[in-house]
């Protein structure tokens, strides 16, 4: 049985154990993240190990996914709990991946994502999912798993981490691991750290959003512009700043136009948020939200 005492390792251990396992024909799992791991993360670790015969996670804050004036150097990190966290839910080995591996010196490729890549996200932060396509299938690349596992979280990442593996045929099957919430309804993020108990209170105003919209589409409103408007105003109402409030199609993030039943789609309502500077993301199901 399986036992390797977890810790920090670098690449070449990777490869290493990575090549053992597959002399054994051991399925393996991924999931990469950049630490400061939380419940969602470590729900994804475990769906992995149910899945899977080994499980390698990855921490590595990305740098090339933010803008200056961002996050980077105050990103949350707690190497020690990761290694705790990571090993209570099942992992096999953990990799703190080292900027000089995932960007050598000689590095010159970086990936633009197109069609799911555009809009919503892009149209506030552009620079992101060049940085989160370029990462990921380096990652991908570096590690070769069978699985990988990502977050519904960041939807819109999660269709572009899909289009890229397809596109540069990888061979990977994505899964997608469920969106974690807290007891309050706020989706888990590393950087709700960041807030304070009245910001906490504040932001609340996320999920609320996405129920008003929920509701009135269980309650027979159609009308896209009346659902987004729903959810904008209780977002405002907070005192938020809204990047977007948006309903589209849960497959390929297209807007349904000016009604929500014309078309045999499953619809989502994806909502990013500023509370005070910090971003909020999340995101439901139209037709099976979390709060039936």
Known sequence: M??????????RAVETQRKAWAQERLRVAFVPTMGSL?????????????LCDRVIVSIFVNPTQFAEGEDLADYPRDAEG??????????????????????????GTTLVPQRVGLGLETDHRPHFFTGVATVVARLLCLVRPEVAFFGEKDYQQLLVVRQLNRDLHLGVDVR????????????????????????????????????????AYAAGERSVDHLEDLGAAELKRAGLSVDYCAVVSSEDLSAPGSRVDDAPKRWRALVAARCEGLRLLDNCSLDDPPWR
């Open 2 to 11: 399986w036992n390797m005492a977890l810790s920090e390792v670098d690449f």
């Open 38 to 50: 939380h419940e969602g993360h470590r729900s994804l670790i475990r769906e992995a190990k149910s």
């Open 82 to 107: 990761d290694l705790t966290k990571a090993a209570s839910a099942g992992a096999d080995l953990v990799w703190f991946a080292q900027h000089e591996v995932i960007y050598p010196p000689d590095w």
């Open 176 to 215: 997608a691991g469920k969106l974690i919430r807290a007891d309050d309804g706020l989706a888990l993020s590393s950087r709700n750290a960041y807030l304070s108990a009245a910001q906490r209170a504040r932001a609340l105003a996320v999920p609320e959003a996405l129920r008003s919209i929920c509701a």
